[in-house]
């Protein structure tokens, strides 16, 4: 059975999502739910086979004329890879709005493209992880991204351009790293310098450094919420992943300082461009962007760190696939509309907008990184490591943290304003029965999931313990 | 009795144009890609290259690796001309190029595809360009490594009309032609330094996936503009009169 595992791994996925893209779109609650079940199914029968990291570094498997290679690290980050999935396929089926787009022009729900795009990308992000060298899996990485950008309204134009650039910047990528790794595989180290830049142009494409960023923001803005977790939490690990692999499988870039020094620098734009554009939001998804591109410039300082840079890499990561889960359901319960049967429709706004509004601040306050939020602990290990190699760097991520909390606070009530009105107001008299349906209070059992979604972010916050000790034995394997 | 040509009889009856001609022929067609508004044409001229990129392919791949390149590129047209056909024809007020007017004159129909009114911007800014990398290229310090001369010019003349291309339009379907031409270029070079099966499969697959991507891009863009949602960095158009 254990032959058969890389197919099962390469195949499964690709023929689930073809299945759930031939099923008819109103089924696509049933879709995302099967999708969920099929997920949580295989990595519970990964879970239960018999591989034995610990005996041996690694298990080599001969399949289609190539070698595909699993090591302890990266076998954890693929049943990471399924379960984050499969989460996100849960909410969907309980709660389609959350596959609604961010823009304030309705449009209709993404489930079912979601669910279909979402496993068909699995397969190429899970080869790229068990190529044994890096350099063929850009090209992988790249199918990914192209299959990922599918996940997103076909009815906003500025959303289309914001996917056109991503998938411009991540397709001009592949030249130079495609380009480096050859230059490395045949040992042309005599041109050390040329392929080091190659490889940093390649990175801040990739990883959206700067100037290469200007996609985020409005990606942010216009793509539905559930596609952020999935693309800046899931499919960036396995970018993380790859470009920790690359720094590590080209052990010469250690004569180069100057490499792992403009890449902190790059991290360190990146980082100070969110904090610049946090003062600057036209909308809460631009905010919501500028926020998480600090975050991005953090995981590029990470990645300049080499290989001590996997932990806090990791952490953050985490910690923002997380975030971005409070962020969206937040959003999507405030974005909510309920008709409170009541005389006072104000006695629900007080009862149930807290909750909601709670959990878009708290999750905002934890991609920033700050005290007592689940990302703070990512954010500080990845400070300390910094500020023992250079001070300035820290320094300047730290002033971008505290400028971009600024620009939080002081644009939050005006981003938050258009979402706080209409959804309080009762239906007018006379309003089509439709409008009625769709005006109903958040279903309890949405409120509860919410709700303990908070008290596990607070939980995590307070205890990370665990998430470290996971972290830090996951960098192990990957190191 | 006569027998179907192979692949060595195309490469023979074609050595006209192997080597300069089909450099400047491709760069030619690159220029049509970049300048030229109508999607016929430019797909058209897009065809034409990777035709001419297969001559230009012989001189750095075994031909039989060639012709899968070939392939690859006429697979990709086709992909783009059902795109486009489904998401620009018929031409409708909202379409890049509109329908002419009725009683319009063959000419008036057929002059807004050769010349949109950035037309002679775009030819020059190509044209400068073009002269800039063409004096690059034929320096000793530009030549790169394991390449033929005419391939050294190709593949500057194509990168640089591929990133001028997606610097001058946010239109999915022309960004994707002119990445196309950048990946045209890199496979030029990169072909002539690694040659292995594995790579030429991947390169291809990236080719195809570059080809969905642009197709759902182009779909979903259509439709934008269809469902009416404005963008806000184009001045409405005035409701057509009901006549």
Known sequence: ?479 | MNSFPTIFDWIERLDFLRGMPATYLLLLAGLVVVAVWEWRIALFALTCQYLLAGLLFIEVLEPRLAIVKLLVGLFVSLMLYFTARQAYWPPSPQSPLPPAPAGASPWERIAPMLAPHNLLFRIFLALVLLLLLLTLAQRPGYQLPAVPPPVNLAIFGLSGLGLLGLALTDNPLRAGMALLLVMLAFELFYNSLEQSVLMLIALAVVNLAIALAVGYLTQAHTRAQVTGEADPRVAPTAPPSAE
């Not at chain 1, 790229?128 to 790249?142: F, I, N, Q, Y």
């Not at chain 1, 969110?274 to 998480?292: N, Q, T, V």
């Not at chain 1, 706080?420 to 109903?440: H, Y």
């Open chain 1, 1 to 479: 059975m254990l032959q058969s595992l890389p197919a099962l791994l390469l195949i499964l996925p690709l023929l689930a999502a073809l299945v759930a893209w031939l099923l008819p779109s109103r089924w696509s609650r049933g879709t995302a739910g099967g999708g969920a079940l099929l997920l949580v199914l295989f990595y519970l029968y990964l879970a239960s086979l018999p591989l034995d990291f610990s005996a041996t570094a690694a298990v080599e498997w001969e399949l289609w004329g190539q070698t595909w290679l699993l090591t302890g690290g990266t076998w954890t980050i693929l049943h990471l890879l399924y379960l984050g999935t499969a989460v996100l396929f849960l909410l969907v089926t309980f709660w389609p709005a959350t596959a609604r787009s961010l823009a304030s022009t309705p449009s209709s729900s993404l489930s079912s493209e979601f669910v279909s795009a979402g496993l068909a990308a699995l397969t190429p992000l899970a080869a790229a992880l068990m190529l044994p060298t890096a350099l063929g899996a850009v090209a992988l990485l790249l199918a990914a991204i192209c299959v990922s950008i599918m996940i997103r309204p076909a009815t906003s134009a500025a959303s289309g351009r914001a996917a056109l650039r991503y998938f411009i910047f991540a397709t001009l990528a592949l030249p130079f790293l495609l380009l480096a790794g050859w230059m490395v595989s045949s040992e042309q180290l005599v041109f050390a310098g040329v392929v080091w830049r190659l490889l940093l142009l390649g990175f801040a494409l990739l990883l959206a450094g700067f100037p290469f960023h200007i996609w985020v923001r409005s990606l942010v803005a216009t793509a539905p919420p559930l596609l952020l977790p999935f693309l800046f939490g899931l499919v960036h690990l396995i970018l993380l992943v790859y470009g920790f692999r690359l720094l590590q499988e080209n052990p010469f870039l250690e004569s180069t300082p100057q490499f792992y020094a403009l890449l902190r620098w790059l991290g360190v734009g990146t980082a100070v461009v969110g904090a610049i554009l946090a003062w600057k939001p036209r909308d809460r998804g631009r905010l919501l962007g500028a926020l998480l591109l600090l975050d991005l410039g953090s995981s590029i300082m990470a990645l300049s760190l080499g290989a001590p840079g996997i932990r806090p890499a990791l952490l953050l990561i985490h910690s923002r696939y997380f975030s971005l889960l409070l962020v969206l359901v937040g959003l999507t319960w405030l974005r909510h509309p309920f008709h409170p049967g009541t005389e006072s429709p104000s006695a629900h706004a007080v009862s149930q907008v807290p909750w909601a509004s709670t959990l878009f601040v708290y999750g905002s306050l934890s991609l920033l990184g700050l005290p007592l939020t689940p990302g703070f602990a990512g954010r500080w290990a990845l400070l300390s490591l910094v500020a023992a190699n250079s001070l300035w760097p820290a320094v300047i991520l730290l002033l971008a943290t505290v400028a971009a909390t600024a620009g939080l606070i002081v644009h939050l009530p005006a981003v938050m304003r258009p979402l706080m009105r209409p959804p309080l107001m009762r239906p007018l008299p006379g309003s089509p029965p439709a409008d009625l349906e769709a005006a109903q209070p958040l279903p309890s059992p949405l409120q509860v999931i919410s709700i303990l979604l908070l008290v596990i972010a607070i939980i995590l916050a307070l205890f990370p313990a665990p998430l470290m000790t996971f972290a830090a034995r996951l960098a192990q394997h990957l190191s």
